[in-house]
């Protein structure tokens, strides 16, 4: 069964509380709610998930129109696998689908990182390996990042550490993935001590460079550290 | 803003009219910022803290043993009883005199309030809530100014006296030091539990009683040890007022969550919707100047966020200090704990971490 509720020109906490009244009803399929500021929109998702409903919202003229759904599986576990693909544990995720300015956007973040320590993928180069044989281990790891973009995969952060800071170079050709990698909300950040040691420090923004005691958290508290 | 046929008839309760109250009412940083974007900043041998920095309130020096701590705080009703509004409001508004580290001299009173809406015996007991918590803090109530208004408003101007010297600002913070905090957190989404009648007595004794404790003790303790900076956390939430005292002092912060002290069942309210308004305005403010190293659950970066009234105080310690400055409150009967760190780093900027 399905009802609708029109709560426009309520302020909170009324449509938290005459929404919950619903969602206490059993027989209620699905609920529909119009609310017209985004607070609510975003009260109601905090409620619609701390219920296990499904939570969509839509922006319509002057108000949004948020609709809760109970669905007959488990819900939460129909999200992790839809949008958490690095999902490794239990661990309760930040699994909301908020609004804003009428596109619906999940949060993925996720506890894995990428720790990069060198430039190239895999192999390091000693001395003994030849420039063509470098080139193509650097070569290799810009695919890395580049299929790492286009996976859809959402690591937490990718950090990088000794030689691997060469790749925040601002002529080199690794900056325009990482910047794209940046701009889906993944932390890229570089150790400050190594930028320096490169001669790298001044060109690279200060937000995304980060010390050791900070790199040591992000590893010690992630799921899963993946270093090509 | 629309009427609507679901709203529930006024039964005349103080804060059925008020869309927010508190320090929930205050307007965000993000919007001030742009207000104040094109005052003229005043300058003055004299004045030793103006609007820079986002100072708690402005000091002006008389002589070099004496100074003059300005401030004003006032909001709409936050609970029904009219007396306990009164004295939540008051101290709010004494607060930011012991944020600077000085006494409250004398205090006067700022009230709008509609007489034809509520009898004027709920207009008296308003003043007599404000009027005790004055005097609780040791300072005069001398006066006031009122006006007819179609909702509520209660505060107070108040004056203060410190020795230049003993000046707390929000910029003395060095590298190493340590945060502690007064107080627990959660005041907003509580009040808001509070309105949509989930409060139970128990949880209502217990922010009633934070909401009404004077800062006065807390700082008197902290006195005994060296204090950096300070600063009350108030309607920017924790995160924005270290943030602010970050900045001021030019350092980065870490912050444990582990270590921090919310009222109960916030969290379960937070995680059910009750989140303030301003809660989201301070978000969009300060997000961007915070790293969470690990996934935080939503409810708790709520309460981050979330706008104190009548909050703690937060200090800046040397590490040597800060089991001294526990001690202290603790024999003062005041809960503190350490909650974090400044750092070098970039200026302003909060490392959130788990434990």
């Given at each position: 069964?399905?009802?609708?509720?029109?709560?426009?020109?309520?302020?909170?906490?009324?449509?938290v509380?005459?929404?919950k009244?619903?969602?206490?009803?059993?027989?209620?399929?699905?609920?529909?709610?119009?609310?017209?500021?985004?607070?609510n929109?975003?009260?109601?998702?905090?409620?619609?998930?701390?219920?296990?409903?499904?939570?969509?919202?839509?922006?319509?003229?002057?108000?949004?129109?948020?609709?809760?759904?109970?669905?007959?599986?488990?819900?939460?576990?129909?999200?992790?696998?839809?949008?958490?693909?690095?999902?490794?544990?239990?661990?309760?995720?930040?699994?909301?689908?908020?609004?804003?300015?009428?596109?619906?956007?999940?949060s993925?973040?996720?506890?894995?990182?990428?720790?990069?320590?060198?430039?190239?993928?895999?192999?390091?180069?000693?001395?003994?390996?030849?420039?063509?044989?470098?080139?193509?281990?650097?070569?290799?790891?810009?695919?890395?990042?580049?299929?790492?973009?286009?996976?859809?995969?959402?690591?937490?952060?990718?950090?990088?550490?000794?030689?691997?800071?060469?790749?925040?170079?601002?002529?080199?050709?690794?900056?325009?993935?990482l910047?794209?990698?940046?701009?889906k909300?993944?932390?890229?950040?570089?150790?400050?001590?190594?930028?320096?040691?490169?001669?790298?420090?001044?060109?690279?923004?200060?937000?995304?460079?980060?010390?050791?005691?900070?790199?040591?958290?992000?590893?010690?508290?992630?799921?899963?550290?993946?270093?090509? | 803003?629309?009427?609507?046929?679901?709203?529930?008839?006024?039964?005349?309760?103080?804060t059925?009219?008020?869309?927010?109250?508190?320090?929930?009412?205050?307007?965000?940083?993000?919007?001030?910022?742009?207000?104040?974007?094109?005052?003229?900043?005043?300058?003055?041998?004299?004045?030793?803290?103006?609007?820079?920095n986002?100072?708690?309130?402005?000091?002006?020096?008389?002589?070099?043993d004496?100074a003059?701590?300005?401030?004003?705080?006032?909001?709409?009703?936050?609970?029904?009883?009219?007396?306990?509004?009164?004295?939540?409001?008051?101290?709010?508004?004494?607060?930011?005199v012991?944020?600077?580290?000085?006494?409250?001299?004398?205090?006067?009173?700022?009230?709008?309030?509609?007489?034809?809406?509520?009898?004027?015996?709920?207009?008296?007991?308003?003043?007599?809530?404000?009027?005790?918590?004055?005097?609780?803090?040791?300072?005069?109530?001398?006066?006031?100014?009122?006006?007819?208004?179609?909702?509520?408003?209660?505060?107070l101007?108040?004056t203060?006296?410190?020795?230049?010297?003993?000046?707390?600002?929000?910029?003395?913070?060095?590298?190493?030091?340590?945060?502690?905090?007064?107080?627990?957190?959660?005041?907003?989404?509580?009040?808001?539990?509070?309105?949509?009648?989930?409060?139970?007595?128990a949880?209502?004794?217990?922010?009633?009683?934070?909401?009404?404790?004077l800062?006065?003790?807390?700082?008197?303790?902290?006195?005994?040890?060296?204090i950096?900076a300070?600063?009350?956390?108030?309607g920017?939430?924790?995160?924005?007022?270290?943030?602010?005292?970050?900045?001021?002092?030019?350092?980065?912060?870490?912050?444990v969550?582990?270590?921090?002290?919310?009222?109960?069942?916030?969290?379960?309210?937070?995680?059910?919707?009750?989140?303030?308004?301003?809660?989201?305005?301070?978000?969009?403010?300060?997000?961007?100047?915070?790293?969470?190293?690990?996934?935080?659950?939503?409810e708790?970066?709520?309460l981050?966020?979330?706008?104190?009234?009548?909050?703690?105080?937060?200090?800046?310690?040397?590490?040597?200090?800060?089991?001294?400055?526990?001690?202290?409150?603790?024999?003062?009967?005041?809960?503190?704990?350490?909650?974090?760190?400044?750092?070098?780093?970039?200026?302003?900027?909060?490392?959130v971490?788990?434990s």
């Open positions: 069964m399905k009802k609708s509720l029109d709560l426009r020109g309520l302020t909170c906490p009324e449509p509380l005459r929404t009244k619903l969602i206490d009803d059993q027989s209620l399929s699905c609920i529909e709610v119009l609310v017209d500021s985004e607070v929109v975003q009260n109601l998702t905090r409620l619609g998930n701390s219920q296990k409903l499904t939570v969509q919202c839509k922006a319509e003229d002057e108000h949004f129109r948020v609709v809760l759904q109970r669905s007959t599986t488990n819900s939460e576990e129909q999200v992790s696998a839809e949008h958490h693909h690095d999902a490794t544990t239990t661990r309760a995720k930040v699994s909301s689908t908020i609004a804003a300015g009428g596109n619906i956007i999940s993925t973040a996720t506890g894995t990182i990428i720790l990069i320590s060198r430039n190239t993928f895999g192999e390091a180069h000693g001395s003994e390996k030849s420039k063509e044989d470098h080139d193509f281990s650097a070569n290799l790891l810009n695919l890395f990042l580049q299929t790492l973009l286009q996976s859809g995969h959402e690591p937490r952060a990718i950090l990088m550490v000794n030689s691997g800071v060469k790749l925040m170079d601002p002529d080199g050709p690794y900056i325009k993935v910047n794209e990698l940046k701009e909300g993944i932390e890229v950040l570089a150790c400050g001590l190594c930028l320096d040691y490169y001669g790298l420090k001044s060109k690279v923004p200060v937000e995304q460079v980060t010390n050791m005691f900070a790199i040591c958290e992000y590893l010690f508290s992630a799921d899963r550290i993946i270093s090509p | 803003m629309t009427t609507n046929p679901e709203k529930p008839i006024d039964n005349n309760q103080l059925n009219n008020v869309k927010a109250g508190g320090c929930s009412a205050k307007i965000s940083a993000f919007e001030l910022k742009q207000i104040l974007a094109g005052l003229p900043k005043m300058k003055h041998a004299n004045l030793l803290s103006g609007i820079d986002f100072e708690d309130a402005a000091v002006y020096k008389l002589n070099d004496l003059i701590i300005e401030s004003v705080d006032f909001f709409p009703p936050l609970v029904d009883d009219p007396y306990l509004y009164g004295q939540i409001a008051a101290n709010n508004a004494l607060s930011d012991y944020a600077m580290g000085g006494k409250p001299l004398i205090a006067q009173a700022i009230f709008a309030f509609p007489t034809c809406d509520y009898p004027l015996s709920i207009a008296a007991e308003i003043l007599r809530g404000g009027a005790d918590q004055v005097a609780k803090a040791g300072a005069l109530l001398t006066g006031g100014h009122s006006i007819q208004s179609s909702e509520t408003i209660y505060g101007a108040v203060g006296l410190i020795n230049p010297k003993d000046i707390l600002t929000n910029s003395g913070a060095r590298p190493n030091d340590r945060i502690v905090m007064t107080k627990a957190l959660g005041t907003g989404v509580s009040l808001l539990a509070l309105k949509a009648g989930l409060l139970s007595k949880e209502q004794s217990l922010l009633f009683a934070a909401l009404t404790t800062n006065d003790r807390a700082l008197e303790a902290a006195r005994r040890v060296d950096h300070c600063t009350d956390v108030t920017f939430g924790l995160v924005g007022h270290i943030h602010e005292m970050a900045k001021a002092s030019k350092l980065a912060a870490r912050m969550i582990s270590a921090l002290r919310f009222f109960p069942s916030a969290q379960e309210f937070a995680k059910q919707g009750l989140v303030p308004a301003s809660a989201y305005g301070n978000r969009k403010s300060f997000e961007a100047n915070v790293s969470y190293i690990k996934d935080l659950p939503l708790i970066s709520d981050l966020y979330d706008p104190q009234t009548a909050g703690g105080l937060l200090f800046a310690v040397a590490e040597n200090d800060s089991a001294n400055l526990i001690n202290a409150m603790s024999e003062a009967g005041i809960e503190a704990t350490v909650i974090g760190e400044f750092t070098e780093g970039i200026p302003g900027h909060i490392d971490l788990i």
